[in-house]
């Protein structure tokens, strides 16, 4: 193929070079000797020379007239195309250099007034620490005081060095001061952004050339066409974004059709000279006028879901209604995906730290924000994911230890007597109030059925450490919340990093509708977690790789599916999330609860701040009174591996002991073992009493 009509993908600056023909080997009976130069072995050519001086094409002068041809449109098209853009390039500079100016006019009025001792200050007030207010205000003084002097001696010296410079060299050095610190200012406006560089990529490559002609080629590669038969162009070839747009058929008496199409994207893909993560394909329904043969191809220029996460827009709302669609993140195209929650339930699955808990607590978010809506909360592993929910939720299991479990299944025991007390007040309820026999807003508000999520994260976790009965018995319970929880306000939302039959089982997945997978080793675990066939149809997660994190294949129905790249909620600014719907639902009287006979948020409440030692060991003791220094520490691990991976028990209780733990013994029995490890009562005991009797 030509230049003009290259793979899409391609990129072709200069013309292909000619071939370069094999030197010819020497006879055997005179083998080539290498020579050695310092340990390196160099093939000798024939004539005795390293290599060519100059390439073939320049020993050619056609060769190097299309050469210097091709050189030449490549430059005047960028000079075009850059020339064409110029003004918008003068905007950012000059925007670029109106920040950086302001940029150091702050950074110098903090550095004139000591800013740096602001902080310390601030803390040192806000701690009733009076002496350190006064030492540090006083500080901030004389360093201040001391600034401004040096500032005087420099700006005068200053001055005086550029006068007698002017004087002798003539105004052309304030010229250039003048261009140095506007450099400067530019450089500084630009630094630590993530907008755009001064100049746009032109991108002169083959993706411009898509045409019918490259369709054709690839669909005949990948066995789709036969013969003297094309596809048929519905729409014309146009930019969309970042990328091609085509709709076209599939040709009548081929017996192919578009579903068929699609199962072959990674040929296809190949054939256009692009990675599969670039080809998004899809049916034209009967709705959208088209049929089994019609098929929708989106190209991407590069790979659409590089960059950084979006933040998410939950992370600066004041409030959220769970009754509104949640925003998600965003497709290849940059649209924003949206989810309604209500009569709905999702699943979150892929290999591990691909993205997929962070994915799961944007659901969760929302549902903090409204503050309606309550919270059931199971996290298997029992680490710092779900930390915030200690602040809303109503009832909230960390770990898969024995009595975790067992909290585990009474928690959903609770939810399916709840779900039928609720199915009994909407049954009773007359058409005028409850037509449809499901929770509306205003049902919600009078009866006091809140929206309630479901939120179980490493599900596997749970799964694994059961028996056979109790396994058997959580998965059908997880079940019936989900086929029959959404009518009654349920709203189930699970998640579990190992894609395999055990800890996905078939039975739960198959009723969940929205299914969110990131990145798994192979077709048949994307299949696990999205469902049957659905890599076949296109939903493969498969194809994402390493560095696609936050990034996953979403299936919202049986035949619809969009790659989606989440928007970023991270841990801190989940955390603030969590005391904002807690300030919610104080304010509204809905704080219920675990989370309203918390200690650890009863002393945030109350304005003590609890040592972090000895908070992490009550959120690992959460569902025990009792437990095992080993066991404590194989929680705290799970908690913050960093922190407290080389934890020894000797380190432990000197630690707690400094907390204001007293222990009552170091021996604690547990069934009919007895070792060394701690009892709640006295970590609590720590702890100020005006607020442990608080409810």
């Not at 060991?617 to 569902?623: E, G, K, S």
Request: charged letters at 25%; aromatic letters at 6%; a neutral charge.
């Amino acid at each position: 193929m030509t230049d003009t009509a290259a793979p899409l993908g391609e990129v072709l600056p200069f013309p292909r070079q000619p071939s370069i023909e094999a030197a010819p080997t020497a006879p055997a009976s005179q083998p080539t000797r290498p020579d050695l130069v310092e340990g390196d072995v160099y093939a000798q050519t024939p004539e005795g020379e390293w290599g060519p001086v100059l390439p073939d094409w320049a020993k050619s002068r056609i060769a190097l007239g299309g050469q210097v041809r091709a050189v030449g449109r490549r430059l005047s098209y960028r000079s075009r195309w850059h020339l064409a853009r110029s003004p918008k390039y003068g905007v950012r500079v000059v925007f670029r250099t109106v920040r950086g100016a302001g940029r150091g006019a702050y950074r110098f009025g903090r550095w004139i007034t000591a800013g740096e001792y602001a902080k310390v200050i601030e803390d040192a007030t806000l701690n009733a620490q009076w002496t350190d207010v006064r030492d540090n205000t006083l500080e901030r003084g004389k360093v201040a005081v001391r600034r401004v002097k040096r500032l005087g001696y420099s700006s005068a010296g200053g001055a005086f060095a550029l006068t007698i410079t002017t004087v002798f060299v003539g105004h052309e050095v304030l010229y250039g001061l003048g261009v140095v610190l506007t450099a400067a200012a530019t450089a500084a406006g630009w630094k630590g952004t993530s907008g755009p560089a001064i100049l746009d990529s032109p991108h002169p490559d083959a993706t411009q050339d898509l045409n019918m002609q490259i369709l054709n080629e690839a669909f005949r590669a990948a066995g789709l066409l036969k013969g003297e038969v094309e596809l048929r162009r519905v729409a014309p070839i146009m930019r969309d974004g970042r990328g091609w747009a085509a709709v076209i058929d599939m040709p009548r008496g081929g017996g192919k059709t578009a579903a068929d199409a699609i199962g072959k994207r990674d040929v296809l893909a190949a054939e256009l000279g692009v990675d599969e993560i670039q080809v998004l394909m899809g049916r034209v329904r009967a709705n959208s006028g088209g049929h089994a043969g019609r098929l929708k191809i989106w190209v991407a220029d590069d790979d659409p879901y590089l960059g950084p996460n979006t933040p998410s827009p939950l992370a600066k709302a004041d409030q959220w209604s769970i009754w509104d669609p949640i925003p998600f993140g965003r497709d290849a195209r940059g649209e924003r995906v949206e989810l309604s929650l209500l009569e709905h339930s999702l699943f979150f699955g892929g290999l591990p730290g691909r993205g997929k808990s962070s994915a799961q607590r944007i659901p969760s978010a929302a549902g903090m924000l409204d503050p309606s809506v309550r919270h059931m909360v199971a996290d298997g592993k029992g680490g710092a994911d779900w930390r915030a929910m200690r602040a809303v939720a109503y009832r909230l299991v960390l770990g898969a230890e024995p009595d975790a479990l067992e909290a585990f299944l009474d928690m959903l025991g609770e939810i399916l007597a709840d779900m039928e007390r609720r199915f009994a007040i909407l049954g009773s309820l007359p058409p005028s109030i409850c037509p449809d026999g499901k929770l509306t807003p205003h049902i919600s508000a009078k009866y006091k059925l809140p929206v309630t999520m479901v939120t179980v994260d490493e599900l596997q976790e749970f799964l694994t450490a059961m028996d056979k009965d109790d396994r058997e018995e959580a998965v059908n319970r997880m079940a019936r919340i989900v086929r029959r929880g959404r009518a009654a306000g349920y709203i189930p939302n699970f998640a579990s990093q190992r894609p395999d039959a055990e800890s996905v089982p078939t039975k739960l997945r198959e009723v969940i509708d929205y299914r969110f997978c990131t990145q798994v080793t192979d077709k048949p675990s994307s299949d696990m977690v999205l469902g049957k066939g659905k890599a076949a149809m296109g939903a493969d997660a498969s194809v994402l790789e390493e560095y696609h994190k936050g990034v996953g294949v979403l299936l919202t129905g049986p035949g619809s599916y969009v790659t989606v790249r989440c928007d970023y909620i991270d841990m801190p600014g989940f955390l603030e999330i969590g005391q904002r719907g807690r300030e919610l639902r104080q304010a509204a009287g809905t704080l219920e609860g675990d989370a309203a006979s918390d200690v650890l948020e009863a002393a945030d409440d109350a304005g003590y701040r609890v040592p972090r030692i000895l908070a992490d060991v009550l959120d690992v003791m959460r569902h025990s009174d009792r437990m095992h220094t080993s066991d404590v520490l194989a929680g705290l691990v799970n908690v913050d591996e960093e922190m407290y991976g080389s934890y020894s028990p000797d380190q432990l209780a000197i630690e707690l002991a400094e907390a204001g733990v007293k222990r009552s013994t170091t021996q604690v029995k547990i069934g009919s073992v007895n070792r060394n490890g701690w009892y709640k009562s006295d970590l609590l005991g720590a702890l100020p009493v005006d607020f442990l009797s608080q409810p």
